[in-house]
């Protein structure tokens, strides 16, 4: 089983405040990254990174920022959320050429 | 068009009935097949890893692969109500970390 964790699991938030969603990993494994995912919709890749000190954006337009300062942790921040955040985000992470990916529970986000 | 087509359901079965799940692909680069499995309001997680063409086999479960349609398949026998979810595809090139997705098929097995 992988061990990815995910905090907070549940946050309601009102509008224009900063948050953080935290994701770590004890797998050690390199590649680590961010999807937006809305009930019953396809994942969207908004961040990864390759390792430390490797952040890159994905394919959606985000207004969040990440940052890599250590290989087990990757967290994502919203600077002022917004109701248009309301979503899942579901963090990431894989070894070697990245095939296979094992994900955390989730942090599903309401922005009122 | 996308590069990963996925049926997004729902797929309604009967209990014990054998599930064939489906995705097309256009990248003919793509080498490495994933199926994951989400549970509601849960993160996936990995089913079948298969790389490049041919069957692979695992317990209820067996996925597929045929590159030469661009067409990869998961069937569940046997199928069970605690079955019900959401099924993924994922592929990639093996030149890339990022897999690409299908949107997912939700299933349903009704007791």
């Known amino acids: 089983e992988a061990d990815i964790y995910q905090t907070p699991r549940y946050l309601v938030i009102g509008t224009g405040k900063k948050i953080t969603l935290e994701c770590s990993q004890t797998m050690g494994h390199d590649k680590m990254y961010w999807y937006q995912q809305d009930p019953g919709m396809e994942l969207h890749l908004i961040h990864y990174s390759y390792g430390v000190n490797s952040t890159e954006k994905g394919d959606l337009s985000s207004e969040s920022t990440v940052s890599r300062i250590r290989t087990e942790h990757f967290p994502l921040t919203l600077e002022s959320a917004r109701p248009s955040h309301t979503s899942q985000y579901l963090c990431?992470?894989?070894?070697?050429?990245?095939?296979?990916?094992?994900f955390g529970p989730g942090t599903r986000l309401l922005v009122l | 068009q996308k590069e990963v087509e996925q049926d997004p359901g729902p797929l309604s079965v009967p209990e014990g009935a054998i599930v064939s799940l489906n995705c097309t692909y256009s990248?003919?680069?793509?080498?490495?097949f994933m199926w994951y499995r989400q549970y509601s309001r849960k993160g996936p997680e990995l089913l079948m890893y298969t790389y490049s063409s041919g069957n692979k086999e695992d317990g209820r479960f067996t996925a597929q692969v045929d590159k030469s349609s661009k067409y990869i398949s998961l069937f569940i026998r046997d199928s069970q109500p605690s079955d019900s979810a959401t099924y993924l595809c994922?592929?990639?090139?093996?030149?890339?970390?990022?897999?690409?997705f299908g949107r997912g098929t939700s299933l349903i097995v009704h007791p």
């Open positions: 994922a592929m990639n090139s093996g030149g890339s970390y990022i897999p690409t």
């Open positions: 990248n003919s680069a793509f080498q490495y």
């Open positions: 990431a992470s894989s070894e070697g050429a990245g095939e296979t990916q094992y």
